[in-house]
């Protein structure tokens, strides 16, 4: 079923599975409230529920919640399909007081009966361990890592991990491209929000970067890195990023403080969405119905 979020994330991945597509019709009411009719039979069904919770996350998660009770009312049993599962940045309290807003999404699924959950590139392992019904992450990096390398003539490029949440990630980007990595250190000011980016020095003069990353929602990350490399004589710089959240003027901003490329996936459905993540949630998909 696609939910309203993704109809052509989830018009691929059915095609890509050879399944049909749930006979749903979504509307919304002139104030925004969602209205599901469903024309099919349910009972019995194993749905696959695609709905991606980019902004606005609260809405696309309620799309998500209205869909998923029905459907297992019904008796069908969901597995909800989140490319991009909003809120994974929240699972943590930083600082005293603070809500661990991802337990909380985990337990409303559970409550509306989803079974099972799979998604893309999950912020972090920490944030899986929240959930108490089977959830897997699959990784977008190799088809990332293999757009980035056949699309673009890059010249010794040098893949940067911007902080330490990203380090894994990027250094599986780098051993898939054949290029060496380094790590940055990023430090968030935990009330302002704003980022202090380090590195110890790198030899990237006559050389292209590329720095790989989770999500790019407002860019601070991304600028913060690039302004080191720039300073460090980088050639061209690239981003490579799962979710291409990017709000507001984001890309205006990086392409101004000197970031030459971005590319994501279709996660979220963005113009930088380059890599189709259907295609690595395919494959893991199929090994479960074997
Ligand atoms: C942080 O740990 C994430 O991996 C990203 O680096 C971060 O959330 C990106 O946000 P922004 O684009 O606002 O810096």
Avoid at 91 to 118: C, D, F, M, Q, W
Avoid at 193 to 209: F, L, S
């Amino acid at each position: 079923m696609a939910g309203p979020s993704s109809p052509e994330f989830a018009a691929k991945l059915a095609k890509r599975m050879n399944i049909p597509l749930l006979a749903v019709t979504t509307t919304k009411f002139p104030d925004f409230e969602t209205k599901y009719r469903f024309d099919e039979k349910l009972s019995g069904l194993e749905v696959f529920l695609v709905q991606s919770t980019y902004p606005p996350a609260d809405t696309h998660y309620m799309e998500l919640f209205l869909a998923s009770h029905h459907l297992s009312q019904e008796g069908a049993r969901v597995h909800a399909i989140i490319p991009y599962l909003g809120y994974a940045r929240q699972g943590k309290a930083y600082l005293p007081g603070e809500i661990v807003s991802l337990g909380i999404i985990a337990h409303l699924l559970r409550s509306v009966g989803v079974n099972r959950v799979t998604t893309v590139d999950m912020h972090s392992a920490e944030g899986l361990a929240l959930f108490s019904m089977p959830i897997y992450s699959v990784s977008a990096i190799p088809g990332l890592a293999k757009y980035v390398k056949e699309s673009l003539r890059l010249t010794k490029p040098l893949v940067i991990a911007p902080d330490h949440g990203s380090q894994k990630r990027t250094d599986a980007f780098a051993s898939l491209y054949g290029a060496e990595s380094v790590h940055f250190t990023k430090k968030r000011d935990k009330i302002t929000g704003r980022i202090k980016m380090e590195t110890n020095k790198i030899q990237v003069k006559g050389r292209d970067a590329i720095i790989v990353d989770d999500v790019i929602t407002t860019g601070g990350t991304i600028a913060a890195a690039t302004e080191l490399l720039r300073k460090y004589g980088a050639g061209r710089i690239v981003s490579a990023c799962v979710h291409a959240v990017l709000l507001g003027e984001t890309l205006d901003k990086l392409a101004k403080v000197g970031v030459d490329e971005i590319i994501g996936t279709n996660t979220v459905p963005s113009k930088v969405s380059k890599v189709d993540a259907t295609e690595p949630l395919a494959a893991y998909l199929k090994t479960l119905a074997e």
